[in-house]
């Protein structure tokens, strides 16, 4: 391993209950004086957002709304946001939302100024170096959901509609400029999405720590991520108004998005291709694949997860990691198999094609060939999955 390396921090964030009544001070400081505020439609028309909208109101904010943000977002969707930004003459977005609003205004943001195609910009080398920067607009993120992170991310995951592919957009200064993390938006939801998105954070703790590479940093983040999923995510599924449980998970998803720089993994890899098919819940499909992936990646994770087992307070030991994010599972109400989340077997190869490709896949610790991604969505679709080596 070489110990040579790169590293980076995310940006300002206003953590806190009650920290919403900041927006338009963040819209301040982050120079945006005509936002576009970009949502979903199952946000749009709920109290936090008429909230966060008369926090604007009153501080001389004109902001139009824009929710055609549809869960896994496709490029139509930011095309459309784009058109609108470009129309209203706005100056900035304020991304509010889970992690498909996020993602989506991000990408619209960073579009806002650019004369090439999006998928120009795809996080494959140093393609986001063909962008103008001084084109893209800045971004205040403000998550109602604990998982993605997104607020603290430098790229968005688009959906490429015509290739049922996911793609990653990425530049450097698509991070947002001020994050609002408030767990008091995240009260309303309901046990699903909290434990869905709850799964995701844990997905980027564990993946990130897992990954090779020389980071740390991003080592020591995500071993406590972890922690705070296993304290803190069955109280906030069990009890949506529990605001420490709530707050904890907040700064896990944020824990989680900050420690993937040193990358991903099959995870993911299987995760996206499946949700651009089938449009599942990315979290909840994360969730499904993990003790697969674990049990594939055993020979060279047993060591790092016995320690980060010892960490929790378990048995220092890989099968007493692996008992405890299955037992985790089923507190928080994860399906036992694909099917349980409406997957069938009809387009594994597809499936298996397109995550060999996905950009996580290199984060992998144990290379993941077309014939290891089949193994993995099989024992995923059978479940009942032992600790391994998956056979």
Known sequence: MTITSNWNYPTAVRFGPGRIAELAQACTVAGITKPLFVTDPGLSGLPIVAKALKVLEDAGLTATVFDRVQANPVDANVEDGLAVYRAGGHDGVIAFGGGSALDAG????????????????????????????????????????AGTGSEVGRAGVITNAATHTKKVIFHPKMMPKVVICDPELTVGLPAFITAGTGMDALAHCLEAYCAPGFHPLADGIAAEGVRLCKDYLPRAVKNGADIEARAQMMAAAAMGATAFQKGLGAIHALSHPVGALYGTHHGMTNAVFMP????????????????????????????????????????????????????????????????????????????????????????????????????
Not at 108 to 125: L, S, V
Not at 356 to 378: H, K, S, Y
């Open 106 to 145: 991000k990408v619209i943001a960073f579009m806002a100024g650019q004369t090439r195609p999006m998928w120009d910009f795809e996080d494959i080398g140093d393609w986001w170096t063909r962008a103008n920067p001084d084109g893209i607009a800045p971004i205040v993120a403000v998550p109602t959901t």
């Open 292 to 391: 697969a992936v674990l049990a594939f990646n055993r020979s060279a994770v047993e060591a790092r997860l016995g320690r980060l087992a010892g960490y929790l307070g378990l048995e220092p030991t890989f099968e007493a990691f692996f008992a405890w994010i299955v037992a985790l599972r089923a507190e928080v109400g994860v399906p036992d198999t694909l099917a349980g989340l409406k997957v069938d077997g009809s387009r594994l190869d597809e499936i298996a094609a397109m995550a060999v490709v996905d950009p996580t896949a290199g984060g992998n610790p144990v290379e993941l060939t077309n014939e290891g991604a089949r193994r993995i969505f099989n024992a995923a679709m059978a479940g009942n999955v032992g600790p391994g080596p998956l056979a």
